[in-house]
Structure formats: C-alpha cells, structure tokens
C-alpha cells in the first residue's frame, strides 16, 4: 500500500502561482509514475501531468502545457506541481496519484492506471 497526501492548494488570483505537493509513504518504490490529476463536481479526472519514475520523462496536458511543471525528489518520496499563470479554468480539485503500469503506460494520463490517489487539495483561481 502506498499512501499520498497532497498539500499547497488554496485561492490565487488569476496570473498567479501555487506550487502543489505530494507526499508518499508506506510501501514506496521509486519505480511509482507520478501524476497529477484535477476533477470539478460531476465531471471526470482529467490528467494535468505525469513524470516517469527517474523523473526524465513527463507528459502534460495541452491545457497546461507551458504554465504548469512536474518534478520529483525521490530522496524525498515527494512529487511536485509548480503552476504559473494560473487561469480561472485551472479551479478544481487537484488529485496526486501513483501508477506502476509497464512500457510506460503511465504517462497516457489515464485515471484507471493508476493505483494509488490521495484525497485531494483544493485549487481556486478568481478572475
């Protein structure tokens, strides 16, 4: 089991920035992907970002591409998501999650590959 608690959310005016964090213990393994997704009441995940478990391979949204950045201290099981320029269309629940899928699966920013979620933080960006 591995357990992923995320913290940094909170309310920006739009133009701003927020950094999201992620911590993971329990049965951590570097070889986790990890991914950042963000949900609005009664709509599905959508995948904003993964980083591969070296961190040399990421993958981000169109939606995001440019303004928001993945990275990840494996020293310190932590994952990150550095978001600039942050746009009214940007609020939502943001979830971090683990995926183990082989042959880089993980980085298709598929909700059902991955494993492990935390409980969400809250993103609110005002115009």
């Known amino acids: 089991q591995v357990q992923l608690v995320e913290s940094g959310g909170g309310s920006v005016q739009a133009g701003g920035s927020l950094r999201l964090s992620c911590a993971a213990s329990?049965?951590?393994?570097?070889?986790?992907?990890m991914g950042w997704f963000r949900q609005l009441p009664g709509t599905e995940r959508e995948g904003v970002a993964v980083?591969?478990?070296?961190?040399?391979?990421?993958d981000y949204a169109d939606s995001v591409k440019g303004r928001f950045t993945i990275s990840r201290d494996n020293s310190k099981n932590t994952a990150f998501l550095q978001m600039n320029n942050l746009r009214p269309e940007d609020t939502a629940t943001y979830y971090c999650?683990?995926?183990?899928?082989?042959?880089?699966?993980?980085?298709?920013?598929?909700?059902?590959?991955?494993?492990?979620w935390g409980q969400g933080t809250q993103v609110t960006v005002s115009s």
């Open positions: 980083i591969s478990s070296g961190g040399v391979s990421t």
């Open positions: 999650a683990a995926c183990s899928r082989p042959w880089g699966a993980c980085l298709n920013r598929r909700a059902a590959d991955f494993a492990y």
């Open positions: 329990g049965n951590t393994d570097s070889r986790f992907y």
